[in-house]
């Protein structure tokens, strides 16, 4: 994401859209109350008389008030949904209107206050993290999938055809090998799985196509499929991807529940932590992005006290379990 301007004493910040990641993380800033000014398309409205009229479908720069925000992924866009309240002399006000935000657009965003999670969210979209692509393979199938900002995105899989115990499976590595040729804007390409099947294929790669295997990094999970890259997540990625969302969300999240099943420095619950806040005791607050409403001031008040405040997203395995735990906890720099 490309922040254009950012006058935070007026509450205005523009930017530019440009990936599917960037409409996730403004999916998650924007808010009801916010004011959205884009380019969009709109019949004008014509007075006749007593009565008004539909005009043309033409192109206008309008100003929403935020109502509603839904991100469709399959399409690839936000819908953003809301009353107008400032555009051209032909459109009505407060008659409502709905914005389509997909990569290449520009959008103003004005708050009446943005929160200091918020300006980090946007500082994670402008920064960009390096993507990583995933082959879960057995003898039977190969997976694939996108760990993104966004989260995991399943993608194709590549089914083996029966082969014979001592028959060779070129055909079933070069056809894997062709999927991960058309992924070379990938900085690592993790390919996991049960056996020896990873090994097999690194082989034919690296025979095939050296650079390919270059970036092949190896690693065992115990099987394919979206179970599998949730393994693989949980139990190397520090060493793989450190950039990763999902990665730190992942060891916040574990860390926390080391701490529970340990009896070591930890709060959780909003009463015990809204406590060990007040008393400066918290080193990390951890709060779900779904919660995030509803423990605003306690997210500011942990910020004043020099405490980090990390939001956890409920879109991976750990972050569901954190939200399952009510998605409020501390970790804490002393017991109290």
């Known amino acids: 994401m490309h922040i ?55 192109q206008m720069v309008l100003a929403v008030g935020v109502e509603k925000v839904e991100f469709h992924k399959p399409t690839g866009s936000i819908r953003i949904t809301g009353p107008i309240r400032a555009g051209p002399a032909d459109v009505q006000l407060s008659s409502h209107h709905s914005f389509s935000i997909r990569p290449g657009s520009e959008l103003e965003i004005k708050k009446e206050r943005w929160k200091p999670h918020q300006l980090k969210r946007l500082e994670e979209a402008r920064t960009k993290k390096a993507m990583v692509f995933i082959c879960m393979i057995d003898r039977e199938q190969a997976n694939f999938a996108e760990l993104r900002e966004s989260g995991i995105e399943m993608l194709g899989a590549i089914k083996a055809r029966r082969f014979e115990e001592d028959e060779p499976r070129d055909e079933y590595y070069s056809e894997v090998m062709q999927y991960l040729e058309k992924k070379g804007d990938f ?10 099947e990873r090994e097999n294929l690194y082989d034919y790669v690296k025979q095939k196509n050296p650079l390919l295997a270059k970036k092949m990094l190896l690693h065992h999970a115990s099987t394919v499929g979206r179970s599998g890259v949730n393994e693989v997540i ?55 992005d779904e919660k995030a409403g509803e423990y605003e001031q306690l997210m500011d008040e942990a910020g004043k006290m020099k405490g980090e ?4 997203s409920s879109d991976h395995d750990a972050g569901e379990g954190f939200l399952q735990l009510g998605g409020i906890a501390a970790l804490l720099r002393f017991r109290f």
Do not use: C, N
Not at 187 to 196: E, K, L, R, S
Not at 243 to 266: A, N
Not at 309 to 312: A, P, R, S, T, Y
């Open 4 to 58: 254009l301007k950012k006058v935070l004493k007026e509450g205005v910040v523009k930017v530019r859209v440009h990936t599917m990641d960037d409409l996730w993380h403004l999916q998650k800033i924007l808010e009801p109350g916010d004011i959205v000014t884009a380019k969009t398309r709109r019949k004008a409205a014509i007075k006749r008389g007593q009565e008004i009229e539909e005009g043309q479908r033409k």
């Open 309 to 312: 405040v990390v939001l956890i």
């Open 187 to 196: 900085q690592h390409i993790i390919v996991a799985g049960p056996g020896f």
């Open 234 to 288: 949980k139990t190397s990625m520090d060493r793989l991807i450190k950039g990763s969302r999902i990665v730190r969300e992942t060891h916040y999240v574990e860390e926390l529940f080391r701490r529970i099943k340990t009896d070591g420095p930890v709060a959780y619950g909003p009463d015990e932590t809204a406590k060990a806040v007040r008393m400066g005791a918290v080193e990390t607050l951890l709060v779900s």
